[in-house]
């Protein structure tokens, strides 16, 4: 069973250091919860609840789990433990059943089976919490046979049976499953079409299966023992006392004959299930009736059975009340007439028994005909048919339905919506044959099959004028998928003709190197114009907009965006956002400047998990679709902890559903797709402080240059200065040694901190390499206030004991994020395959040492995708080598790599110059993010 030792030491120290008792019961990528430390206050638990948690997880995730199940009653609960409970629970109940509360031994009979209803009612309702990304069914099944291993485990070294285990926490536990009640149709007499026995569970048979025996045979087997007698039949009386009909059949005897009843007896005893079920007695029924959701007509309102002229989230649809069975069937009207005319109880249509209630019924038609009168008068959107299909009320206040009413409707997408649905939540299933031919033709690239899946997916929504949030895993390249969508736009039939204004992408800062050399490599046909200080000779004025005649695509950052006023002015035809969680503060001043830019269609790219915390879920569509999710304030009073948050969530999960589309790298539908390391080079700007640190060294070098006289001197001078270069990259401070490591003054450190961010929020770890040992603790303390805990750091003079040691703790699951490792310590001889990310922060421009340092993560016992990040400062020399390096990639090592050093040393002073010179409008002239 897993050991969690390194969490819950950390969880003691962050209790000693800071007395904070919030908690949450995250979802690692390896599909284990782990109990982690917060400081959200809606996480806070008592001081005492705290201890147990911390003592139980700290003996494995199972153990953590189990106890969660037993030992921790406190009725509030943050809503990832909560759920967690809930699943638990759900195991002991299911034991509970199958031993029927005798005092069998577990270590003999087969686990319980997870019930296939429960598995899919817990993956729908599952609250946004960390690591939501990674919970499906595989990961439920897996930790329900883990449960019944620590379960285990728990009697053996208890020496208890399960019963008496279970009493010492609750001793409710102890009747469950004792009793059962059997209803069952009784097709050969019309007249008596119900069958009822009691039963009890005596023991379980050498299958594991148990043994049910009429109650009726208590009377005889118990004779002598008039006490355990008494036991057994606890939970009839006590649900006789509040049912008149459950007493009836105690006192005449009744409940212990089998019985063939009409509908009218049936109903009864099916209405008085929760009682029975409180009382811990089970009760089985047909198929047709769950108790959850009762089978009776419902009212079924079905919405876009035709096409809309109009498109977009205010395109108007059709709407329709009807009548129809649990099952969906429509009811022709004499079957309407045949349920009104009937008194309240059991009727049979098309060969199904339902249960009528004229008062609910009446209830859920009236709140329904109020919803057609409005419709009638101000029309259905595309949006609030949305939210009705997905179980919330329309126009625009984001409630869920009421739970009668939700219980007694169906809300039915018509023909036409359920295409368009369809299309939108399985592409894979609808991929037009023309997109291949025209990207081929006009765009420079070849893209997977699962990036085909997603291009067409943005095209069907940009074809409806729908916003879309492309949160494909990191690497999966979100970039190229919007580019190849951007191509289309310009070159489709169907929007060539068409007058079109210009797009709209704003990103970060760091970014906007890494979106140009996409965009000149993949498809240098579009027309771009960057609006940014580094990117133009020309002023940029705040209120008058530069001439964007024949322009596809505009590109500007986040500052930019929140300023110009000309932005906001314009119509954008498509307005993307990268690194979108920029906008999820919804008060935030750039949060509100951004929404506020007008535009026909919207795009989100985002690589962070959005379902980690609700508010910022509501952000990001407040500004893909607005209005879809209501009111902020009516979201986040939905959104708590609850009783209304299960049907909220899996509403809410329903409703956005069309319009993400979510890849992760280990989804088994496109992991045949993917090498099994994928290299990207990651460009990053110098801040102002570095570009003139940069130009300095590259005058001072031309001026030492000039006045050298000696080969060996000048080979020194050379080398000297080419570490000069990449120490000034990396961080100015780094060269001047003067000073605290300011992320804002270096371009590799803010986007080093952008994409930690990500690998954070994705609970994945990553190695950093750099050939310098003196920034390993700056690195190292920056990344501390990324993740929000500490890492770990390897360099020549840590001890081999020690290096052990380290290696060990990061390849546990719940071990330290992140590794920072001097490129000749670490870079042979470990096994780091728990990373699924490698960053190379300086280069060491010898393609064979990057190789083997990166092998230390890709390589036998890797089971996920690696991702391999080699930073380059645009404008310098890093940029210079790093392409001669890509050109010559094909060619031996000893053709590049440490010659090309030598090679430098060996250039005549104007050709050296040419190299180290730095490109002025590849650099940042200000600090923005």
């Given at each position: 069973m897993y050991q969690n030792e390194q969490l819950t030491a950390a969880i003691s120290n962050v209790r000693k250091s800071t007395g904070v008792t919030c908690f949450q019961v995250a979802l690692t990528p390896g599909g284990h919860p782990a109990l982690l430390a917060t400081t959200d206050p809606a996480d806070n638990l008592s001081k005492k609840t705290a201890e147990q948690l911390s003592a139980f997880f700290s003996q494995g995730y199972a153990t953590g789990l189990l106890h969660l199940s037993v030992a921790i009653q406190d009725k509030t609960l943050p809503i990832s433990i909560k759920f967690w409970r809930?699943?638990?629970?759900?195991?002991?109940?299911?034991?509970?059943?199958?031993?029927?509360?005798?005092?069998?031994?577990?270590?003999?009979?087969?686990?319980?089976?997870?019930?296939?209803?429960?598995?899919?009612?817990?993956?729908?309702?599952?609250?946004?919490?960390?690591?939501?990304?990674?919970?499906?069914?595989?990961?439920?099944?897996?930790?329900?046979?883990?449960?019944?291993?620590?379960?285990?485990?728990?009697?053996?070294k208890s020496a208890l049976d399960f019963t008496a285990w279970l009493t010492q926490y609750d001793s409710t536990w102890k009747q469950?499953?004792?009793?059962?009640?059997?209803?069952?149709?009784?097709?050969?007499?019309?007249?008596?079409?119900?069958?009822?026995?009691?039963?009890?569970?005596?023991?379980?048979?050498?299958?594991?299966?148990?043994?049910?025996?009429?109650?009726?045979?208590?009377?005889?087997?118990?004779?002598?023992?008039?006490?355990?007698?008494?036991?057994?039949?606890?939970?009839?009386?006590?649900?006789?006392?509040?049912?008149?009909?459950?007493?009836?059949?105690?006192?005449?005897?009744?409940?212990?004959?089998?019985?063939?009843?009409?509908?009218?007896?049936?109903?009864?005893?099916?209405?008085?299930?929760?009682?029975l079920e409180e009382a811990g007695i089970v009760v089985k029924t047909p198929d047709w009736w769950k108790a959850t959701h009762a089978a009776h007509p419902k009212v079924a309102v079905t919405m876009g059975k035709k096409e809309t002229s109009h498109l977009g989230l205010d395109a108007l649809l059709d709407f329709q009340i009807n009548l129809c069975l649990p099952n969906g069937m429509l009811l022709q009207d004499d079957e309407i007439a045949s349920i009104l005319s009937a008194g309240t109880g059991l009727i049979q249509l098309k060969g199904q028994w339902v249960a009528v209630d004229h008062e609910k019924?009446?209830?859920?038609?009236?709140?329904?005909?109020?919803?057609?009168?409005?419709?009638?008068?101000?029309?259905?959107?595309?949006?609030?048919?949305?939210?009705?299909?997905?179980?919330?009320?329309?126009?625009?206040?984001?409630?869920?339905?009421?739970?009668?009413?939700?219980?007694?409707?169906?809300?039915?997408?018509?023909?036409?919506?359920?295409?368009?649905?369809?299309?939108?939540?399985?592409?894979?299933?609808?991929?037009?044959?023309?997109?291949?031919?025209?990207?081929?033709?006009?765009?420079?690239?070849?893209?997977?099959?699962?990036?085909?899946?997603?291009?067409?997916?943005?095209?069907?929504?940009?074809?409806?004028?729908?916003?879309?949030?492309?949160?494909?895993?990191?690497?999966?390249?979100?970039?190229?998928?919007?580019?190849?969508?951007?191509?289309?736009?310009?070159?489709?039939?169907?929007?060539?003709?068409?007058?079109?204004?210009?797009?709209?992408?704003?990103?970060?800062?760091?970014?906007?190197?890494?979106?140009?050399?996409?965009?000149?490599?993949?498809?240098?046909?579009?027309?771009?114009?960057?609006?940014?200080?580094?990117?133009?000779?020309?002023?940029?004025?705040?209120?008058?907009?530069?001439?964007?005649?024949?322009?596809?695509?505009?590109?500007?950052?986040?500052?930019?965006?929140?300023?110009?006023?000309?932005?906001?002015?314009?119509?954008?035809?498509?307005?993307?956002?990268?690194?979108?969680?920029?906008?999820?503060?919804?008060?935030?001043?750039q949060s509100q400047a951004i929404k506020a830019l007008k535009s026909q269609r919207r795009l989100v790219l985002t690589g962070t998990p959005i379902e980690n915390r609700l508010m910022d879920l509501w952000s990001l569509f407040d500004f893909v679709a607005p209005g879809l999710l209501g009111s902020n304030r009516a979201f986040a009073k939905y959104g708590k902890n609850t009783e209304e948050a299960g049907a909220f969530n899996a509403a809410l999960r329903r409703l956005i559903s069309p319009y993400i589309l979510r890849r992760l790298k280990s989804d088994k539908r496109i992991i045949a797709d993917l090498p099994d390391k994928t290299e990207l080079q990651t460009y990053c700007n110098l801040s102002k402080t570095q570009s003139v640190l940069y130009q300095q060294a590259v005058l001072q070098l031309t001026r030492e240059l000039e006045t050298v006289d000696d080969d060996m001197k000048r080979r020194g001078l050379v080398l000297a200065y080419l570490s000069r270069f990449k120490q000034i990259c990396n961080h100015p401070n780094q060269w001047s040694g003067q000073g605290a490591f300011n992320p804002q003054d270096s371009g590799k450190f803010l986007r080093l901190g952008e994409l930690c961010e990500e690998i954070a929020a994705r609970q994945e770890k990553v190695l950093i390499f750099t050939q310098f040992r003196e920034i390993i603790p700056a690195l190292e303390q920056y990344l501390f206030s990324v993740f929000g805990q500490a890492g770990l750091t390897l360099d020549g003079s840590t001890p081999i004991k020690e290096r052990t040691k380290r290696v060990n703790a990061f390849q546990q699951e719940c071990g330290p994020p992140f590794f920072i490792l001097s490129l000749k310590a670490g870079g042979t001889g470990l096994t780091l395959?728990?990373?699924?990310?490698?960053?190379?922060?300086?280069?060491?421009?010898?393609?064979?040492?990057?190789?083997?340092?990166?092998?230390?993560?890709y390589r036998i016992g890797q089971k996920k995708n690696v991702l391999v990040h080699k930073f380059v400062c645009l404008g310098t020399i890093e940029e210079k080598i790093d392409d001669m390096l890509r050109a010559k990639q094909s060619l031996a090592s000893d053709i590049i790599g440490e010659p090309a050093v030598a090679m430098l040393t060996e250039m005549s002073d104007n050709d050296l110059l040419a190299m180290v010179s730095l490109d002025i409008h590849s650099v940042l002239t200000e600090k923005e993010t």
């Open positions: 809930q699943f638990s629970r759900l195991f002991i109940t299911s034991l509970c059943y199958m031993t029927g509360g005798s005092t069998v031994m577990l270590a003999a009979v087969q686990p319980p089976v997870f019930p296939m209803i429960e598995m899919e009612n817990l993956l729908a309702t599952a609250p946004f919490m960390a690591g939501s990304e990674y919970l499906n069914a595989d990961v439920l099944q897996s930790l329900w046979e883990d449960l019944w291993q620590a379960l285990l485990a728990t009697l053996q469950v499953g004792r009793i059962c009640f059997h209803l069952a149709e009784n097709k050969r007499d019309p007249n008596a079409p119900f069958a009822f026995l009691a039963t009890y569970v005596t023991h379980l048979s050498q299958q594991g299966t148990l043994s049910y025996v009429p109650l009726g045979r208590a009377l005889q087997e118990y004779t002598q023992d008039q006490r355990q007698l008494l036991a057994l039949l606890l939970p009839i009386q006590k649900a006789g006392q509040s049912n008149e009909f459950l007493k009836q059949l105690i006192d005449t005897g009744s409940i212990f004959k089998p019985l063939a009843w009409r509908a009218k007896e049936a109903y009864q005893l099916l209405q008085a299930i929760p009682l019924l009446g209830e859920v038609l009236s709140h329904w005909k109020k919803i057609a009168r409005q419709v009638e008068k101000e029309g259905l959107s595309f949006a609030d048919a949305l939210r009705m299909t997905a179980g919330l009320t329309p126009l625009q206040n984001g409630a869920p339905l009421p739970i009668d009413i939700a219980t007694w409707s169906q809300t039915i997408a018509g023909d036409w919506l359920q295409e368009v649905l369809t299309r939108l939540r399985q592409p894979e299933q609808a991929l037009e044959k023309t997109l291949p031919a025209l990207l081929k033709k006009h765009f420079c690239a070849s893209l997977r099959p699962y990036q085909v899946v997603g291009v067409q997916w943005l095209w069907t929504l940009y074809q409806m004028k729908l916003g879309a949030c492309l949160a494909d895993d990191m690497g999966l390249g979100k970039t190229i998928q919007v580019l190849a969508l951007l191509t289309l736009i310009r070159h489709h039939p169907l929007t060539q003709s068409k007058v079109k204004h210009p797009h709209l992408l704003v990103l970060p800062a760091s970014l906007l190197g890494n979106w140009q050399m996409e965009f000149q490599k993949f498809a240098p046909g579009l027309r771009l114009k960057m609006i940014h200080a580094s990117m133009t000779d020309s002023p940029i004025l705040l209120d008058t907009a530069p001439d964007l005649s024949g322009i596809d695509l505009v590109i500007t950052t986040y500052t930019y965006a929140s300023k110009l006023n000309w932005l906001k002015e314009i119509n954008w035809d498509l307005l993307v956002l990268d690194e979108a969680q920029a906008i999820k503060n919804p008060a935030a001043k395959t728990h990373a699924s990310h490698v960053i190379h922060f300086d280069r060491w421009w010898n393609p064979a040492v990057e190789n083997q340092a990166t092998d230390r993560a």
